[in-house]
């Protein structure tokens, strides 16, 4: 069993403007990220179940040249509402480490 | 164009973070042409745009701007600064504005000073959506007036073009409201014919000052050279790096496409892009791409909206610790109760929520069972409600079961850990973006006031 957090030696997840979040998955090398850069796992149900995104809004690039994958959402609920708990979205990352990816 | 490359000296990643002398002294030292950053972002929510207050300090704004204005007088080059006072709201450029005037007085500087204004006006707004001049982007759908009408503040994001013609009518200084980041630190390459796709990637990459370097932590700012075919970035720190993968992947930060960044008169796209090392500190960028496109300005608006009130303790309770979802739940539940109970409809459109510091407040998310208890918990209450009044009042009426609650109905009463005598903290209200929308104009400066203040002839214009 393989997750996220075994084949990429850096994650992370940012705001990108106020209606959207992105997270950056730097794959350890070209062997991975051959392999995984296009995983089923860490497609747009993924980002629905974990972060209750409307899978129409999660957008997929890989950056061959960085062996990595760039993934962005659309946010359910605006930055800074009424239920906000993680303003950057910075931490959530975190959940896509154990993401199981084969 | 200017004979050779245009250099630009980006001093930091944004105004009042911290301007090093030194750094400056190297980029005038290269010949940088102008020195550009921005002052704001909306990264850190809408409370800078609704209140048009600053997040920086104004001491860190006045420190740095004033090292830039002594630097940019010194060397006779222009000093510009985009999205003054966090937001670019006109009250944040003129907050701006006032210090730099006040700097202006004491080191003996006059500059002639360019102010421009993109925050809009509600009714020219309405027309321009009634005329469907106002499109929206994805995830909002079209825009309707009672958006524009919660807004306390809307500004439009400028490109190049107001500065543009700032630097041509011989601004020494210039403060703009909200702004791309891009359009302010491109803009002066931009006006020397420098290759366009160049400036705007090599401005993105500048953008957040030393972000692009090796080691962020050396250091504030880079310097970029833009030529006909490509660009040069080097840290302003003869200590740091920038190397191909720093700069390369700068481009993803805060980016939700990592090859296209779509500006207002048109998109960059960097997927051609090809960075190599020129020296062990720089690195040049070829193949970066500029599409002209249909000149859109993208709207932000920020709304004052409900008010919070909260309060917070510590649990070291082991059998609370143990079953921590469970006692969410069952407080959670009680807490709303007691509101209906005690205050019933006068509570109107009310909010309560529990964040466990020390289990899962960063995301409410339910840990794997196996998950071991914690030592401890910090439990934050948030309650909102329609006014500051009443979610103090929800709080005061649930003050004694958040601060006692047994896990166990047949448990003596427990008393939680709280730090703070009155127990309640009125937090103010909440801030949203509200708008994330662009307008069509027909003319780049259509929406965008300029003024002038030349110190030069000890009068305003």
Excluded at chain 2, 210 to 235: K, M, R
Aim: hydrophobic share 40%.
């Amino acid at each position: 069993m393989t997750t996220v957090s075994d084949v990429c030696r850096h994650v992370r997840s940012k705001n990108a403007g106020p209606f959207w979040v992105t997270f950056d998955l730097f794959f350890d090398g070209e062997e991975n990220f051959a392999k995984y850069a296009q995983s089923p796992a860490l497609g747009p149900q993924l980002f629905e179940r974990l972060f209750g995104a409307d899978p129409a809004y999660v957008q997929h690039y890989p950056v061959p040249s960085l062996n990595l994958v760039k993934i962005s959402y659309a946010r359910d609920t605006p930055q800074g509402g009424r239920v906000e708990r993680d303003m950057h979205r910075g931490q959530q990352y975190v959940r896509l480490l154990n993401v199981e990816l084969d | 164009m200017k004979s050779g490359p245009i250099k630009i000296l980006v001093p930091v990643g944004s105004l009042g973070a911290g301007v090093r002398e030194e750094e400056l002294s190297y980029g005038l030292a290269q010949g940088a042409h102008a020195i550009a950053t921005d002052a704001g972002s909306t990264d850190s929510g809408a409370a800078y745009l609704a209140l048009g207050k600053s997040k920086n300090n104004r001491g860190s704004i006045k420190r740095d701007l004033a090292l830039l204005m002594q630097a940019g007088a010194e060397a006779g080059i222009p000093v510009i600064v985009g999205t003054c006072g966090q937001a670019g709201g006109d009250l944040n450029l003129d907050w701006t504005k006032d210090i730099a005037l006040e700097i202006a007085g004491e080191l003996g500087l006059t500059p002639k000073i360019a102010l421009l204004y993109s925050e809009q006006d509600k009714a020219v707004l309405k027309a321009k959506n009634a005329a469907g001049k106002i499109k929206p982007l994805p995830p909002l759908g079209p825009l309707d007036d009672a958006t524009i009408d919660v807004c306390d503040h809307i500004v439009a994001a400028m490109g190049p073009e107001p500065y543009i013609a700032a630097l041509q009518a011989g601004a020494d200084l210039i403060l703009g409201g909200r702004t791309t980041d891009t359009a302010v630190i491109g803009c002066f390459a931009l006006m020397q014919g420098a290759h366009a796709g160049a400036t705007w990637h090599a401005a993105k990459v500048a953008e957040c000052g030393a972000q692009c370097t090796a080691d962020t932590g050396e250091g504030a700012g880079v310097l970029i050279s833009i030529g006909q075919d490509g660009f040069e970035v080097e840290p302003l720190s003869v200590a740091n790096r920038c190397t191909p993968h720093s700069v390369s992947a700068h481009m993803l930060y805060e980016n939700s496409n990592p090859f296209r960044l779509t500006e207002p008169g048109g998109v960059l796209d960097v997927t051609e892009a090809s960075y190599t090392a020129l020296d062990d500190r720089t690195v040049r960028v070829t193949g970066s791409r500029w599409e002209p496109a249909p000149y859109t300005m993208k709207l932000e608006g920020a709304a004052t909206g409900q008010f919070q009130t909260v309060m917070l303790i510590g649990i070291q309770d082991p059998d609370v610790l143990s079953r921590l979802d469970e006692f969410h739940d069952k407080l959670l539940y009680a807490l709303n109760q007691r509101v209906h109970r005690t205050i019933g409809e006068a509570a109107g459109d009310f909010h309560i929520s529990l964040r466990i510091y020390g289990w899962n407040a960063v995301t409410g998310d339910q840990p794997p069972p196996e998950t071991p208890p914690p030592r401890e918990v910090g439990v934050l209450f948030v309650a909102t409600a329609e006014t500051q009044a009443m979610a103090t009042q929800i709080a005061n009426a649930c003050n004694p079961y958040f601060f006692h609650f047994p896990l166990l109905r047949d448990k003596e009463l427990p008393s939680y850990g709280f730090p703070f005598t009155p127990a309640e903290i009125e937090r103010g209200p909440i801030y949203e973006f509200k708008l994330n929308h662009v307008v069509e104009v027909d003319d780049p400066m259509e929406l965008v006031r300029t003024s002038w203040i030349d110190l030069s002839k000890g009068s305003q214009a």
